[in-house]
């Protein structure tokens, strides 16, 4: 049997500021980890992966990742890194990182 | 202190020039990302999990007031008001943006620094011990010799795409404080019996995936015989050494899988070709390096009054080592602050410190290994002054080698590479143990953490040393025990399995509750308890478990 597909968003780096950016289905990248664009089976993710790859001048290392899914049906950190890239360093909470749009 | 040539401030204007032109040239788009990466690697600028870093050299650990300083100007104009001091004697900012980081590299080549040779599989900044030119048991100033590989070997073409990074430590002293038997070169300053200056040379030492401590390969080489030695050293490790797996690359692997007996053959036989081809002019650079370190004019000799009160007390016994000038000491100011970021200043801490040591002691600072800021040459006199004004400023925390004089590496808090934590477990271990006579109770003790395998936080060589891993996604740190980065260098041994984030802590609470148990006196450390019982008591700690089971049966 095949495996169960993990839901997965494409992330990266701002090219200028190398903040943690999310790509969303309107084509356009976002700081906020509730906008992204899920992909839910293979085809979706091969889609999402090709279509984020599109900004090489503007954001940099995209990959994509497991998450998980919210009530609202938004993503949300599976791992514990990637709640990190979300957050902002743990020791500085002063320097963390807005996770929801204000 | 070094000051730079014409050729050096030529030199290093031109890299921001061009480094300016590659950042445009990426901004515009005709750099791809694959083609600017290597270049920005090469001038300092890692992208890290936020936000890119930039990585600044200070080398040997020694800079001025001025440079200080504009480490606190820089924070605050481009960076967030703070930076992070490592374990390689290097300053992190954390939050550059890419278009200001020319402008960056211009503040610092203003005074004489500079971000290269931080990163990317070259002869990385040399390192040396932080007490240099100030300690008691020292023979000769190993900075002047840092200073010769430094010029040597910036730009090198023959050593700038090594098959991995290569680093090198120098001390001058009996007590290693520079952790030189855990560099791929280790060197310390002796003499042969007729009192001629020279080194014993070690290779292959090295942290990481497969920790080891460096080998003798010469027991003396004559002073003036370094550079086509050290060369000697980095052909034979260039010409074959492993380059097919990243992690057998480092030359610790090559001497340990081709045994230090040939590898001394090999370099003894490359140094004879290679003395021919010096002439002597690097003897030439190296007394020109050596006039500009002499020491700083000491004050006439006085008589020194004892400390009245406790606070001050209790900070110089912890914080201030003797000096060859009886009339002066050597004042570690810790980073350490209880509850705080191991190795962090904030730019008003970092002006503070320059101006102490502008006012009061030659204009001079170091940074340790160990993450902390040195002010080397004080006239004791001052030293009431210093302490008044440090802990108006958070930082006179009187804890250099003890229990919350942590090292600990960035982790995952900005670490691209890390796989778990660091940070906040050296924060709760340091907020755990707060209370300061319990700390001095306690005694000497190193604890010391990284983020992920590559050890930069130097947990092998801690004696309780603590590795954060990634178990099946949840952070988990594994614990060694007996490691030690001195002259008697050992590697911690593994205790055991890990722990998980909340449970570390408790866990290195009872490590220490058992060697509180079983020292035989107060003044028997950690270390010697450890070394003098083994792991048994303090495996029975960790594990109260299993000691039980295993009683039981
Ligand atoms: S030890 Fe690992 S996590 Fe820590 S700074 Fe080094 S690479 Fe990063």
Redesign the pocket.
């Known amino acids: 049997m095949a495996k169960r597909f993990k839901p997965q968003i494409a992330t990266g780096n701002d090219l200028l500021d190398g903040d943690v950016v999310y790509f969303t289905q309107g084509l356009k990248w976002s700081r906020f980890i509730g906008d992204a664009w899920i992909a839910t089976n293979e085809e979706a993710a091969e889609v999402l992966q090709k279509e984020a790859s599109k900004f090489p001048n503007d954001i940099v290392g995209v990959y994509l990742t497991d998450v998980a899914i919210d009530d609202e049906g938004r993503a949300r950190p599976d791992h514990f890194r990637e709640d990190f890239r979300m957050r902002g360093p743990s020791n500085r909470p002063e320097h963390g990182r807005p996770v929801e749009r204000a | 202190m070094y000051e730079y040539t014409d050729f050096d401030e030529a030199f290093v204007r031109e890299r921001v020039a061009e480094f300016r032109g590659q950042v445009e040239r990426r901004l515009d788009g005709s750099l791809t990302e694959d083609e600017f990466k290597p270049l920005r690697l090469m001038n300092g600028l890692y992208l890290q999990l936020h936000a890119y870093m930039l990585r600044i050299a200070v080398p040997y650990g020694t800079l001025n007031g001025r440079q200080m300083r504009q480490f606190a100007y820089i924070a605050d104009r481009w960076d967030r008001g703070y930076g992070h001091f490592t374990t390689r004697q290097n300053i992190q900012f954390n939050w550059p943006k890419l278009q200001d980081v020319p402008d960056m590299l211009e503040a610092l080549a203003d005074v004489q620094m500079h971000a290269m040779q931080t990163s990317g599989n070259c002869i990385r900044n040399v390192t040396a011990d932080h007490f240099s030119g100030a300690a008691t048991d020292e023979i000769a100033d190993p900075r002047p010799t840092a200073e010769l590989l430094r010029q040597w070997s910036t730009d090198h073409p023959e050593f700038t795409w090594l098959g991995r990074k290569f680093k090198i430590a120098v001390t001058g002293s009996e007590h290693d404080r520079a952790v030189i038997k855990a560099h791929d070169i280790g060197l310390r300053l002796v003499q042969d019996d007729d009192g001629n200056p020279g080194y014993e040379v070690l290779v292959g030492g090295g942290l990481g995936r497969t920790p080891m401590l460096g080998k003798v390969v010469r027991e003396f080489l004559p002073k003036e015989h370094l550079l086509p030695y050290v060369e000697a050293i980095l052909q034979v490790y260039n010409l074959i050494g492993r380059r097919d797996n990243k992690y057998k690359a480092r030359i610790k692997i090559l001497v340990h899988e081709t045994g230090i007996d040939e590898i001394r053959r090999l370099v003894e036989s490359t140094f004879q070709e290679n003395l021919a081809r010096f002439n002597g002019v690097n003897q030439e650079v190296f007394d020109r390096i050596e006039a500009s370190f002499a020491a700083p004019e000491f004050e006439p000799v006085y008589d020194v009054t004892p400390a009245v009160d406790a606070g001050l007390r209790s900070w110089i016994d912890t914080n201030v080592a003797d000096h060859r000038e009886p009339h002066y000491a050597i004042v570690t100011i810790s980073l350490k602050g209880i509850g705080e970021t191991p190795g962090d200043a904030t730019s008003d801490q970092m002006r503070i410190m320059a101006a102490l040591a502008e006012e009061f002691a030659h204009d001079e600072l170091r940074i340790s290994h160990e993450q902390n800021v040195i002010l080397p040459h004080v006239p004791r006199r001052h030293l009431a002054e210093i302490y008044r004004r440090l802990k108006d400023a958070g930082l006179a925390t009187a804890n250099i080698g003890l229990v919350s004089d942590i090292i600990a ?4 808090d900005y ?5 778990a934590r ?1 940070i906040p477990v050296a924060q709760k271990i340091s907020e755990t143990f707060a209370d300061i006579d319990r700390q001095r109770d306690i005694g000497p003790l190193k604890i010391k953490i ?8 130097h947990h092998h060589v801690g004696h309780i040393g603590i590795l ?1 891993l990634d178990r099946a996604g949840v952070e988990n740190y594994q614990i060694t025990l007996g490691g030690d980065g001195t002259e008697t260098a050992s590697i911690g041994e593994r205790a055991g399995p890990g722990f998980a984030y909340d449970e570390i802590v408790p866990a290195v609470e009872r490590l220490i509750e058992a060697y509180l148990d079983h020292r035989s006196e107060d003044t028997e450390t950690f270390l010697e308890v450890y070394r003098r019982m083994g792991p048994a008591p303090f495996k029975a700690a960790l594990y109260p478990e299993a000691e039980a089971r295993s009683n039981a049966a």
Do not use: E, R, W
């Open positions: 590496c960035p982790g995952m670490c691209a590479l890390a796989t660091s990284s983020g992920c395998i590559n050890a930069c936080g954060g």
